[in-house]
């Protein structure tokens, strides 16, 4: 059940502290408090509770989206962010708190149900609201600064008539008529990085043995009902794990020991698939968990693509996944001097006046070229007109862009 919060921020001077003082109103998470929308991300928080009348309160949006940003602010685990929170005054007024308490506020455990309601979109949003919010702010107090310019100036102007009346009253220079007719302003700065996934280096040795590992386990769970009624499938266990150290623990194994122990993996994987294959015949699927089963087909993938690249003796295959524990993630090609591939999600990243967008989300690996037209027009929605120039990376420079923003006047 989730019903929504009357009143999301609190004053500073409301959140009570029981030794004694008031909150900083300049540090950095009180002034931060201010300029998240709360109010907005609730009603798209909101959305994710399919019954908002029944079952135990949810925690607010505050809660939930203030120790999100807490943990990737100051990059914590789920257990150490809670911990600080317990610990400091600050990061319980950010997340809402009335005041300052010494038990914990949630659990750690809640923080993956956070993050899942609490999607990409939903944060990408989050961050456009910001940004507009301050661009808003800025330029409303720009105008106001140059109203109050305007009314000295024509104090100054006034005066000047009276000894040089033959001065004109108003008088533009060139620089600030061009532009007023220049539909074009501001620099749009693009780029493309890669954000790791928290998984162990894959290699395709270590894979497939990870992989027969699984699917031994799942052997033996389906096994268990025809335990004491027939013979266990015979499956190399021991053999195959003395087979993969042999070659793992080496500092420096040649090309050919490595090709020659993959081989040998693929075979035992192969085996437990038709040994699996046959035991549900004979079993059932349901004896299976949600996360077996789901391991099971990664693994028949998994097996397919590294069994096409031992053939064609290639290293490269579309869609290669290189963790089971999460298929999703994809080697991204960076070419860069620490590591020439990462593994994790693409982003296409917009900078304009030192604010960053998300332009593009994605786990396969794309060229980040094609991404320009959308972030131009993105900019438009955004602020209402083009960017004046567009700083960017060789790759963005094909002749389709190119003849894009020559026709837009970038």
């Known amino acids: 059940m989730y019903k929504k919060t009357e009143y999301q921020l609190t004053f500073v001077e409301d959140f009570f502290l029981p030794f004694g003082g008031k909150l900083n109103k300049e540090n950095r998470w009180v002034r931060l408090a201010e300029v998240i929308p709360w109010w907005k991300a609730e009603e798209k928080y909101a959305k994710s509770f399919k019954n908002k009348l029944k079952g135990e309160r949810a925690y607010s949006v505050r809660i939930a989206l203030g120790a999100l ?58 961050n456009e609201w910001i940004v507009l919010g301050e661009q808003k702010r800025q330029s409303e107090e720009t105008s106001e ?47 493309a990085t890669c ?112 069994a096409e690249m031992y053939k064609k003796k290639s290293r490269r295959i579309d869609h ?26 693409k982003v296409a990243i917009s900078v304009v006046d030192g604010y960053a967008l998300i332009e593009r989300l994605d786990w396969e690996n794309y060229n980040e070229g094609i991404t320009l037209k959308e972030s131009v027009e993105n900019y438009y929605n955004r602020f209402g007109f083009y960017p004046e120039a567009i700083l960017a990376d060789k790759i963005y420079r094909n002749r389709e862009n190119l003849a894009y923003c020559k026709s837009l006047g970038i």
């Open 145 to 191: 600064e140059d109203d109050n310019d305007d009314d000295n100036h024509d104090d100054d102007d006034h005066d000047g008539d009276d000894h040089h009346p033959s001065c004109p009253a108003s008088k533009e220079s060139p620089s600030e008529s061009a532009s007023a007719e220049t539909k074009n302003k501001g620099k749009l700065i693009l780029d």
């Open 320 to 345: 290669r996944i290189v963790s089971i524990s999460q298929p999703h993630v994809r080697p991204i090609v960076r070419g860069k001097a620490k590591a020439n591939v990462e593994f994790g999600s």
């Open 195 to 306: 954000a790791p996934a928290d998984i162990a280096y894959p290699t395709d040795l270590g894979l497939l043995n990870e992989a027969r590992e699984k699917l031994e386990h799942i052997i033996d769970v389906l096994h268990e009902p025809h335990k004491g009624k027939q013979q266990k499938p015979r499956t190399y266990r021991k053999r195959a794990r003395k087979a993969y150290l042999s070659v793992a623990k080496q500092r420096k194994a040649g090309a050919r020991k490595i090709r020659k122990a993959v081989g040998k993996q693929l075979r035992y994987v192969k085996r437990d698939l038709e040994i699996i294959e046959k035991l549900v015949a004979q079993s059932s699927l349901s004896l299976l968990n949600k996360n077996e089963y789901r391991q099971l087909l990664v693994i028949h993938e998994l097996y397919r693509q590294q």
């Open 69 to 126: 940003y807490i943990k990737e602010r100051l990059g914590l685990t789920d257990r150490e962010t809670v911990e600080q929170i317990t610990e400091n005054p600050y990061l319980q007024y950010f997340i809402g708190l009335p005041e300052f308490q010494e038990k914990a506020p949630f659990d750690h455990s809640l923080m993956p149900r956070f993050r899942k309601r609490l999607g990409a979109n939903i944060i990408n949003e989050l």
